[in-house]
């Protein structure tokens, strides 16, 4: 055997960061020096790296138990990067995306919101205090799956290991209306995680907005600019066990009426930082969009189900991977970088590869621009003993 798992993991996820999100891409990069030299071999005298077919019968190779196990690493490459101070918040946001199928894959199903045959992943990020988006989740569901649809467990699974860390560590859920469910809010308040959630347009909530909406209908008329005004009021829907406290946005602009509604177990704060707080979860299409557009997440085209969510969960550990070198490059131009900036700036680069009995040496041109960086991120690299 030339290519233990070990090696074979570590060629997926370098050729995905790389922006190669197919199988058939290795059956040229397993012959580059870079590709190589990354995953520890020589890059001349080496043997090559696994070829499209023993790749993809590794994805097919994977069992259910297996994947559970990927996922806990995943969490854990989190917490690990905040092991030196316990953080004071924790903020976890919560989405679905669409995925679209083209072909035979297990359990791709017709959704009518997405108008397409799908999968239906759930993503979750994680914010510490006042840091980044941290990828903590990624789970691929049936295509006809509801939003909800084991985010309850995911939350749970999620939580706990969080407080195992820092048990006084304040946790704050966030979602949009997908997630609007009382199961939700009952375990919430139930073990004291806090949540701002997004809440579908109904009768009842049109009717307590509309005073507002009116006043808000007449300032605009008045002034011809925006209007945006934050109200709120106890509310319970039949499903409900008790009254909750709803925020409620009457904004009006030439566009119209955009009335917004969010539920939240935070009591302390008035209505409009506590909308403030619900909206920044927006950040987290960002964090979507690049593991879809930038890494190709969505690249699910293996006829079993299991072996696209091992997929999904190799995209994760490589935007994982990019998330670190974002960190590290802190101070710099890259800084805030989106996934495909770093590939195109810091990843495509052409370098002299030389091979001795030493050693090898990796040369960058005389007036490569990201030269300086490099050595940065070498450095950090290092200091953080990864």
Not at 269 to 298: F, S, T
Request: charged letters at 25%; hydrophobic letters at 45%; a positive charge.
């Amino acid at each position: 055997m030339r290519h233990s798992l070990a090696d074979l993991l570590r060629q997926r996820v370098y050729q995905i960061a790389q922006g190669y999100e197919d199988c058939n891409d290795a059956d040229d990069l397993r012959h580059d020096a870079m590709f190589k030299t990354a995953i520890g071999r020589l890059p001349a005298s080496g043997h090559d790296l696994a070829s499209q077919p023993t790749l993809s019968r590794f994805e097919n190779s994977v069992r259910p138990r297996q994947l559970l196990a990927m996922a806990r690493v995943l969490l854990e490459a989190f917490l690990k990067q905040y092991a030196t101070a316990a953080p004071e918040r924790i903020v976890l946001d919560f989405d679905a995306t669409d995925d679209e199928t083209h072909g035979q894959q297990q359990f791709a199903e017709f959704h009518g919101f997405y108008d397409e045959h799908c999968y239906l992943p759930l993503i979750v990020t994680a914010k510490v205090d006042e840091g980044p988006k941290e990828l903590v989740a990624a789970m691929l569901r049936p295509g006809r799956s509801h939003a909800s649809t084991n985010a309850l467990s995911v939350l749970k699974r999620l939580v706990a290991a969080i407080r195992s860390r820092w048990p006084k560590v304040q946790i704050l859920l966030r979602a949009d209306a997908g997630f609007a469910i009382p199961d939700i809010y009952d375990w919430c308040e139930d073990n004291g995680v806090k949540y701002l959630i997004g809440l579908a347009q109904n009768v009842v909530l049109l009717r307590f907005v509309e005073p507002h909406l009116a006043d808000a209908r007449a300032e605009f008329e008045q002034t011809g600019a925006k209007v945006r005004n934050l109200h709120e009021a106890l509310y319970a829907a039949d499903s409900w066990s008790h009254s909750r406290r709803v925020l409620m946005k009457a904004e009006v602009a030439e566009q119209g009426d955009n009335p917004r509604f969010v539920v939240t177990s935070l009591a302390a704060g008035d209505a409009a930082a506590l909308y403030d707080l619900y909206a920044q979860r927006g950040e987290m299409e960002n964090r979507i969009k690049e593991l879809k557009n930038d890494l190709q997440m969505d690249r699910t085209s293996c006829h079993r189900f299991v072996a696209n969510q091992f997929r999904v969960l190799l995209h994760a550990a490589a935007f994982v991977l990019l998330s670190f070198m974002r960190k590290l490059l802190a101070g710099t131009r890259l800084a805030n970088a989106q996934v495909g900036t770093l590939q195109r700036h810091l990843l495509k680069l052409g370098v002299l590869v030389k091979e001795t009995c030493r050693r090898v040496l990796l040369s960058f041109a005389s007036h490569c621009p990201v030269q300086g960086l490099w050595v940065l991120l070498l450095r950090r690299i290092r200091a953080a003993a990864i």
